[in-house]
């Protein structure tokens, strides 16, 4: 045990260290500024255009561009990025739980196959739920309007949203348990205060 | 006989038991034609692999099926909360161990970008041959069971045995056979061995050979054509619709590859071929995967005839990386049965606050009852597999 405490020096000693040893192949670019690329920023201008500040514009990257929006405006918005935006699938429908804001983040990834200009691009629309400190899912706060009457495809991803956090998509025609047993009474397993044991 | 027919009128009448019994959500009670049967197909059915389908049939057509995935649920997302960046590769992989390369790479990506790490172009070599070897084997395990599940042993022998010469070349690689683990934040593990291009190039140019013979002994097969042609078609707007990926899309006529549409590491730079056929039906969507692998075998000689010949592979890394504060990123990469994307958010900590794994196998999962209703009993399992499913991961 000694030997191997003092073979390993604490942390900031070993960060300098091996960043002499081995020189990055690639040569350190200097911190450019910060440059929002055109066709992004077009594609949320259009949004905030038609919606002004019902809609936050998240950022706007490479290929990605995030949309915060609000519950009451999330199906409206969807219906615009499919109708007007072309957009034509989602992805990818991720809960996050954020219990120290009291609210779950429902995050989709929507994109396109048939618009070949927007192939490289995802749209990450995002929406919050409130949420309750012990939840009974389905007959609690935690509700958001579905977006399966507008994306079919997120039937499968919401269902898996509503039973791994709780949160229930009024107007989805099938909330049934899809990965988790009938019989799971404990909390929604992604959900933060639901820990690991010995972890 | 009239008394007795009010009583039970009065007992199954609605009222007595139908609404004083409330349902909690998530179940729904069902009512039962006498005409319909309900069948399990699985769990334990090898049919289905580790799931279950609930199939209600009429006669030997099939009306609905409903799909129950989850019996390999494992909490991949939840254990990847409470490992630190590098400690989540080796869990990470286990959903679809025979494919472990192109399901680590999105994570690893999404890594690299939050972390703020460069990868040599080396490594980025090293990765896109792994990531075309694992594809390769992947598909032949798959082209196995849907072989034998069609009722042709040797499309199970055949591609069982070549596809050993693929593992034994990803041994030489990355030291393990299956799960490799080969796929850091910052590079590849380990340099390849010596003398690995050579046996590369043999070992690729003799697989391709062979699997170029499969055509006649299986594709070109008047059975296999009889069992998959115009079963199960999926049109080209609902393949849209659904969100389907990969094989399953391709084969209905959605000429979409992230490998072309949005190259990650060194596609860029590699001539790649989209596969695309317009059946869209179970035929098609068995010929794309060996399309693809036809395919494979052009890349890994590109990216080995292009690969600099020396240099490092792995970019070092600080003892426990973190992100630079709230961040979130979403990668996608190709994988042997479509688009895989991974949601990682970080709040500047050692761990992931969140990782999301946005699988073909579940995205593919949703057009399976679309394509049952109204299909014979008899051609499930050639539907149900041409989409190119596997269970453990959609479960994850």
């Known amino acids: ?199 | 006989m009239g008394g007795l027919t009010s009583t039970s009128k009065g007992l199954y009448n609605k009222g007595k038991i139908g609404m004083t019994f409330k349902l909690p959500p998530g179940l729904a009670l069902q009512k039962v034609d006498e005409r319909i049967m309900t069948l399990n197909v699985g769990p334990q059915h090898p049919g289905s692999g580790h799931m279950r389908l609930i199939v209600q049939i009429d006669g030997d057509y099939i009306v609905a099926c409903d799909p129950d995935p989850g019996y390999v649920h494992r909490g991949e997302e939840k254990m990847a909360e409470y490992r630190n960046y590098i400690l989540n590769i080796p869990h990470l992989e286990r959903p679809v161990i025979h494919d472990s390369c192109n399901v680590l790479y999105p994570y690893v990506l999404g890594s690299e970008e939050i972390l703020g790490i460069e990868v040599p172009e080396r490594a980025k070599y090293v990765r896109v041959i792994a990531s075309e070897l694992n594809r390769c084997i992947y598909i032949m395990y798959w082209l196995a069971i849907y072989g034998i599940f069609l009722g042709h042993s040797t499309m199970f022998m055949w591609p069982a045995g070549d596809r050993e010469l693929l593992i034994d070349l990803m041994e030489k690689m990355t030291g393990a056979r299956v799960t490799h683990a080969h796929f850091v934040p910052g590079g590849v593990r380990n340099d390849l061995p010596p003398n690995f291009e050579d046996v590369c190039l043999r070992q690729v140019n003799y697989f391709e050979k062979r699997i170029k013979e499969y055509a006649a002994i299986f594709y070109d097969n008047p059975i296999l054509i009889a069992r998959t042609r115009d079963t199960g078609i999926l049109s080209r707007q609902d393949a849209i619709r659904y969100g389907t990926t990969g094989s399953v899309l391709r084969a209905s006529g959605v000429d979409y590859d992230l490998r072309v549409k949005e190259p990650y590491d060194v596609y860029e730079e590699l001539d790649v071929h989209t596969n695309v056929m317009k059946e869209g039906d179970s035929y098609a969507r068995s010929k794309i995967p060996w399309l693809d692998m036809l395919e494979s075998c052009n890349i890994i000689r590109q990216a080995l005839q292009k690969m600099p010949k020396s240099g490092s592979v792995r970019t070092k890394l600080k003892p426990n990386p973190k992100g630079k504060g709230l961040d979130s990123v979403y990668k996608r990469v190709e994988s042997g049965r479509g688009s895989l994307g991974c949601y990682i958010v970080s709040d500047g900590k050692v761990e992931p606050y969140r990782v999301k794994l946005s699988v073909p196998s579940f995205r593919n999962l949703i057009a399976l009852p679309n394509l049952l209703r109204g299909e014979k009993l008899g051609n499930m399992p050639s539907v149900y597999w041409s989409l190119n499913y596997w269970p453990v991961e959609a479960d994850r």
Do not use: C
């Open chain 1, 1 to 199: 045990m000694m030997s191997t405490e003092t073979e390993n020096p604490p942390e900031d000693s070993t960060e300098d260290s091996t960043e002499v040893e081995s020189p990055p192949p690639v040569a350190k670019k200097p911190a450019a500024p910060v440059v929002i690329p055109a066709f992004e920023k077009s594609i949320s201008d259009k949004i905030v255009e038609k919606f002004g500040d019902k809609v936050e514009v998240g950022f706007v990257k490479e290929d990605r561009v995030r949309i915060n929006v609000g519950r009451e405006n999330v199906h409206d918005v969807a219906e615009f990025i499919r109708d007007g935006l072309n957009y034509d699938h989602v992805e990818s429908v991720s809960g996050v739980d954020y219990p120290q804001d009291n609210e779950i983040e429902v995050v989709y990834h929507i994109g396109s196959y048939d618009d070949s200009s927007l192939a490289r691009q995802i749209l990450v629309l995002a929406t919050r739920a409130q949420r309750e400190t012990n939840p009974i899912p389905g007959n609690d706060a935690t509700r958001l309007p579905t977006l399966r009457d507008v994306f079919y495809s997120v039937e499968f991803h919401e269902r898996e949203v509503f039973e791994m956090f709780g949160v229930f998509f009024e107007g989805h025609p099938d909330n049934r348990r899809l990965l988790l047993p009938e019989d799971w009474a404990d909390l929604p397993p992604l959900r933060k205060d639901f820990t690991i044991k010995g972890r």
